[in-house]
């Protein structure tokens, strides 16, 4: 393979040039240039006559000049080339903004190449958790312990609980505990929520401690400073991902398994399963003293009507067993077994029947329950018969859609949008569409079918303003590489003619920003 060294100045434009001119090259003929295209596992092996009649790909050319440059991926080679470009005053900013959005492999390489890094600023000297400098900084400004400022414009206890440096060993962790320590006797209040406001919510210091730093000595400080265990976000967060160990630490200092959810009020059980089907955390609240039937007086619901919508089986029975109403109707008048039939949930709706919870459905019900299941023969054939049901289609009928598009369930796609949903509705609560949820669970087939049926790449959800493409960037940085394909639905919905503009207040996260980058140079 080719060795090529950066010069000491590399310039990321002139990198993409040397990418085209290689790519040209290739599709030109000539021998040398294809020679280098074998570099790429993909193309190792092929003769110089097959790699002229393959359609070479600009991203391709540029993974050739990534492994010449030493570097695995064209993604790395930017990152380097983009880091050693950066002006020595900017440094320390893009540390400190690396270490609060979880891009840790960034504020290491930067920590390698700086090695100063901590000394560079007193923002720089939190996420690390430098205790001897902060604290010397502190005792010549005392005022600093409750200033916002940094990169983030945050208070420096904001910062201290949400590095991401102290859970990969980059930060002293002993240190951001002392810190902390420190902080808070000098004013700085145990109950601070972080500035931003995520489904209505401003999140505590507390949830930053314990589920970003991952440190429960910090979390045990800010306990003996005031931090409420019940501030509505940090043990329903931990519920929802069955973290045991964490939610037996919150309870012995005081957390209710039976908070309500700071969003809207509703029960701590009720509302993680809007999300997540963690058994164990359901299990653990139930356990905790958990009513199992609360009901949301919005809407009627329960936690089994939730479980009915998208859980299994287990999850069902475990409410059974803890007390919930199997025949409870919500405000509609809908049960479990209903909503289990409407969403395609069959293995639900089949137990809740066995249990005698069977209910008889409306025509207009049957109708999406059948094609919730991908069951177009049956219908096509309701629809002969009463063409009518079309008409009848609700708001929230629209439930089923937006599951099916999770799920990547392509016939029922198909047979939903047959009895005449609309593919670009919007959800009553924050207006994601079909084509927002197939983004992100990274669901390719549903991705084309939807966009086969005329889905809109530019209709933007109610809460964050924001087009399928950024919900399928911020599914592939929850996913990190686990489950779904992101990368390939964000390039269908940019081949699609999808907008890249970000029109909310709140700017993106620096990682949605790398990965939407990222997924246009590999169209280009």
Known sequence: MPHRTLPQHPDIGQLKRQAKELKRAAGDGDVAALARFRQLPAYAGWSDDALRNEPLALHDAQSVLAREHGFPSWKA???????ASLRHDDI???????????RTDRARRLLERHRQLPAASFHAALVMGDAPRVLARLAEQPAL?????????????HYVCHTSLGRSGLADAAGLVAIARQLLAMGADARLR???????VQRAVLWGAMLVTESLALAEVLFAAGADPNDGVTLPILASGGDLARLDFLHAHGAS????????????LYAILQWSNAIDGVRWLLEHGADADPVFATNGESPLHVAARRGDVALVALLA????????R???????????????????????????AGDVLAPVDRLVASAARGDRAAVDAMLAEEPTLRGAIRADHYAALYRAAEEGHVAAIEALLACGLDVDRGDEEIGKTALHCAAMRGQPDATRALLAHGASTAVRDHEFHAQPLVWAAEGSRMAEGHGGEHAVVGRLLLDAGSPVDWQSDEQPGDAIVEILDEWQRMRR
């Open 77 to 83: 080679l930017a990152e380097h080339v983009e880091e």
């Open 194 to 200: 972080f500035p931003w406001v995520h489904h209505g």
């Open 330 to 356: 919500r405000a509609d008048g809908r049960t479990p077994y209903a909503i289990a039939a409407l969403n395609g949930n069959d293995a639900v709706a089949g137990w809740l029947a066995a249990h005698g």
């Open 257 to 268: 398994a039976n908070q309500p959810w700071a969003t809207d009020g509703s029960a701590t």
């Open 145 to 157: 312990a409750t200033q916002a400022g940094g990169p983030r414009g945050w208070q420096p206890l």
């Open 321 to 328: 067993a803890h007390g919930a109403d199997l025949t409870r």
């Open 92 to 102: 320390p900013t893009a540390f400190v903004e690396a270490a609060t959005d979880g």
